[in-house]
């Protein structure tokens, strides 16, 4: 989707860091590698969907917590209007099989009307799961394209190429 390089883009995530699935502490969470790689290589702007109440840092305790936040996760930072770009990046953990819920409370009042909506999620086996699906529902109007990716925890601090590719 070489075509798509040009335009203003805008990079909608969550990631979390502390710990992280099998490798213990991380200062950087896995989809926010990915998040800076198309920031660099398509020159977008970066919105981080940040929890108003961080979750725990300990992974089995985040499990729980972030399943009591489905469909009530409050973020810090508020996104406004959409209406300067083009193209809109969602980059999402898969939890509990779909986005993490900061993800939809950010998204859930802006206007997509004929905004360009592409998906990655980094997941732990999961691949995209319901991600797109519920993304389809949540982005009323956007055309969202039918090249989303799903990039596994563990690679995704390697992934500059696979993500420059899919560019
Ligand atoms: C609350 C929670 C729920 C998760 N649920 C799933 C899941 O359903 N399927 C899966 O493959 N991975 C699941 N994971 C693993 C994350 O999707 C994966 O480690 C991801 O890369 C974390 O991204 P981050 O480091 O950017 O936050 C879950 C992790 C957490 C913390």
Redesign the pocket.
């Known amino acids: 989707m070489s075509e798509l390089k040009n335009k203003k883009s805008l990079v909608i995530y ?3 860091e502390d710990e ?2 099998a490798v213990g502490y991380v200062t950087k ?4 590698y990915i998040a800076e790689y198309v920031r660099d290589i398509v020159d977008a702007d970066l919105f981080k969907a940040e929890p108003l109440i961080p979750y725990s840092k300990e ?1 089995g305790k ?2 729980e917590e ?1 399943k009591q936040r489905i469909g009530n996760a409050p973020i810090k930072n508020k996104l406004n209007d959409i209406c300067k770009y083009e193209v809109i990046y969602i980059m999402t ?5 779909s986005y993490a819920p900061e993800i939809e409370t950010a998204v859930k009042n802006l206007d997509f009307t004929g905004k360009t909506v592409r998906i990655v999620t ?5 691949g995209l ?1 319901n991600v797109v699906k519920d993304i389809k529902k949540l982005c009323v109007g956007a055309n969202v394209l039918n090249d989303s990716i799903a990039i596994k ?1 563990t690679e ?1 601090a390697r992934a500059k190429s696979k993500i420059e590719m899919w560019i």
Do not use: D, K, L
């Not at 969470?29 to 926010?32: K, S, V």
């Not at 953990?93 to 099989?97: C, D, K, L, R, T």
């Not at 980094?122 to 999961?126: D, I, K, L, V």
């Open positions: 969550f990631s979390r992280n699935y969470g896995n989809t926010e992974y985040c499990i972030a953990p898969v939890y509990w099989g980094t997941h732990e086996g999961s799961a925890g995704c």
